[in-house]
């Protein structure tokens, strides 16, 4: 099959999904802003340090912790290194191309990164081990089992559970080196972001697009929200542009909606730390 | 293995002395002193004369690409959709087709390691209202029906359809017509196995 960047949607389908949409309909019947089902299973990779396992809608995404020791960068030296890599398996989707990681996956990537890093989610003072020299290296890294759509909020509730979940081995210094102990530290996590994904098609502003609906869409905008509600990250995609009014739209229907998101991330996590 | 004796090969099986494997996870007939097995799931394999639905995935001035729901791509020389011979240096493909376009055709030459060719049907352009997708597995079975399913579905739910048997369902009518075929589409993607399907379709029918 020649190879695709993304699908390419029938003028029929496009019609019948714009014609869904201004009905008050995405196409597979949920109303514009209601996300699909969402399913959170923490734990799932038994060698990791932390991860999750997450199902929305058709899309399928997996995160893993791994947890390292480097040397700090010059200008925070007092302070651990999150690095962020995101793939999206040729299983994915018979779109998806083996290879290294694409443009997609790179902004994949950056923007659970940004949502991570700019939410304070994780004390990164708590992840050294000498100032200077030795700190802690968290590695997060995303998975694409199923290309369902809205890859950033899947991916970004992947990584939040597995970071949420993740312990790992203390370090002590020896000498200049540094030696594995049996101690286990948790994950310094001091709170956590919810990333909202919406899409302008047609006039229409939806959230969760579905693959389909990201096909056609004119604009995207991921908003990644606090504990408080406040936007911490952001990022716009798709050719089109938004008006303001559209941006204020989108942001107001995410402030309406990440409450939930988050009691399920909360509740999943809880459940797996007590082993229900 | 799906059968042991003195057989015919009709389908995606393959024989070993006296013992018949299938070569897909399917569901197996074995009638008629013969041996077959239907695949459930998996893309459209291409077959001379098969009559399916594709869309136009790219325009060039000698061809058109089609996406034929399959591991593989189809075309469709230009010559095709003027039925004589073009000047592409004078005529551009794109002012019969564009990208997103459904068109039927049927699969008339499949070269290893190359498109499927594709004729054009004499009616060719297709368009509806809405447009489904099942497994090819099941729209084969549903096409080779003897009880004639496909126009019992058009009677019953008042809309006109066009399928391929790619597994591309195109309807054309009234948003209830549209809204019972997407129940009956809903209806066979959620059974499992081909046997009991079209008892299954009739009960909706009724």
């Known amino acids: 099959m020649m190879p695709k960047k993304g699908p390419i949607i029938s003028n029929l389908r496009k019609d019948q999904i714009l014609k869904s949409i201004s009905e008050g309909k995405h196409i597979d019947g949920r109303e514009l802003s209601k996300q699909r089902s969402l399913e959170i299973v923490p734990g799932i990779i038994e060698k990791a340090e932390g991860s999750a396992s997450?199902?929305?809608?058709?899309?399928?995404?997996?995160?893993?912790?791994?947890?390292?020791?480097?040397?700090?960068?010059?200008?925070?030296?007092?302070?651990?290194?999150?690095?962020?890599?995101?793939?999206?398996?040729?299983?994915?989707?018979?779109?998806?191309?083996?290879?290294?990681?694409?443009?997609?996956?790179?902004?994949?990537?950056?923007?659970?990164?940004?949502?991570?890093?700019?939410s304070k989610?994780?004390?990164?003072?708590?992840?050294?081990i000498e100032p200077a020299k030795q700190v802690y290296v968290i590695y997060v890294d995303i998975g694409v089992l199923g290309m369902g759509g809205n890859l950033f909020d899947a991916s970004s509730y992947a990584a939040v559970a597995a970071l949420m979940t993740s312990s790992f081995n203390v370090y002590r210094i020896d000498g200049d080196i540094p030696v594995k102990t049996d101690e286990k530290m948790a994950m310094p996590i001091?709170?956590?972001?919810?990333?909202?994904?919406?899409?302008?098609?047609?006039?229409?502003?939806?959230?969760?697009?579905?693959?389909?609906?990201?096909?056609i869409m004119d604009a995207r905008l991921t908003a990644v929200?606090?504990?408080?509600?406040?936007?911490?990250?952001?990022?716009?995609?798709?050719?089109?542009?938004?008006?303001?009014?559209?941006?204020?739209q989108m942001v107001d229907l995410g402030k309406a909606k990440y409450l939930d998101i988050r009691k399920k991330i909360v509740e999943m996590v809880e459940n797996a730390k007590s082993g229900n | 293995?799906?059968?042991?004796?003195?057989?015919?090969?009709?389908?995606?099986?393959?024989?070993?002395?006296?013992?018949?494997?299938?070569?897909?996870?399917?569901?197996?007939?074995?009638?008629?002193?013969?041996?077959?097995?239907?695949?459930?799931?998996?893309?459209?394999?291409?077959?001379?004369?098969d009559q399916v639905i594709g869309m136009i995935t790219d325009v060039q001035p000698l061809a058109a690409t089609v996406d034929i729901n399959s591991?593989?791509?189809?075309?469709?020389?230009?010559?095709?959709?003027?039925?004589?011979?073009?000047?592409?240096?004078?005529?551009?493909?794109?002012?019969?087709?564009?990208?997103?376009?459904?068109?039927?055709?049927?699969?008339?030459?499949?070269?290893?390691?190359?498109?499927?060719?594709l004729s054009l049907d004499q009616r060719w352009r297709v368009d509806g209202d809405a447009i489904f997708y099942v497994s090819p597995a099941k729209a084969a079975y549903l096409l080779k029906s003897k009880s004639n399913i496909i126009s019992k579905i058009k009677a019953f739910t008042g809309a006109g359809i066009v399928m391929g048997i790619n597994g591309v369902i195109v309807a054309k009518g009234e948003k209830d017509s549209i809204g019972r075929i997407t129940?009956?589409?809903?209806?066979?993607?959620?059974?499992?196995?081909?046997?009991?399907?079209?008892?299954?379709?009739?009960?909706?029918?009724?």
């Open chain 2, 183 to 206: 129940e009956i589409v809903r209806v066979i993607e959620s059974q499992v196995e081909l046997n009991g399907l079209e008892d299954m379709l009739k009960g909706v029918l009724r």
């Open chain 2, 1 to 49: 293995m799906v059968a042991r004796g003195n057989y015919r090969i009709y389908s995606n099986v393959i024989k070993n002395d006296d013992k018949f494997y299938s070569i897909f996870v399917g569901s197996a007939e074995v009638t008629g002193g013969r041996v077959r097995v239907t695949r459930l799931s998996g893309p459209y394999i291409p077959k001379i004369g």
């Open chain 1, 121 to 128: 989610m994780v004390d990164f003072s708590k992840l050294v």
């Open chain 1, 225 to 248: 929200y606090d504990n408080d509600g406040r936007i911490c990250a952001m990022q716009k995609g798709g050719s089109g542009g938004l008006k303001i009014d559209d941006v204020f």
């Open chain 2, 71 to 117: 591991y593989i791509n189809g075309f469709i020389m230009a010559n095709a959709f003027y039925k004589k011979r073009i000047d592409p240096s004078k005529r551009d493909l794109s002012e019969k087709v564009r990208v997103g376009d459904l068109l039927s055709a049927r699969v008339n030459r499949i070269e290893r390691g190359r498109d499927v060719s």
């Open chain 1, 54 to 118: 997450v199902k929305l809608g058709d899309t399928h995404v997996i995160a893993g912790i791994k947890v390292e020791v480097g040397t700090p960068f010059p200008d925070t030296p007092s302070e651990g290194i999150l690095i962020v890599n995101a793939e999206i398996f040729p299983t994915a989707s018979e779109y998806q191309e083996p290879g290294p990681p694409d443009e997609d996956s790179i902004e994949l990537a950056r923007v659970v990164d940004r949502g991570i890093r700019e």
């Open chain 1, 190 to 215: 001091t709170d956590f972001a919810v990333s909202l994904t919406f899409a302008k098609i047609g006039g229409s502003i939806v959230i969760d697009p579905t693959w389909e609906e990201e096909g």
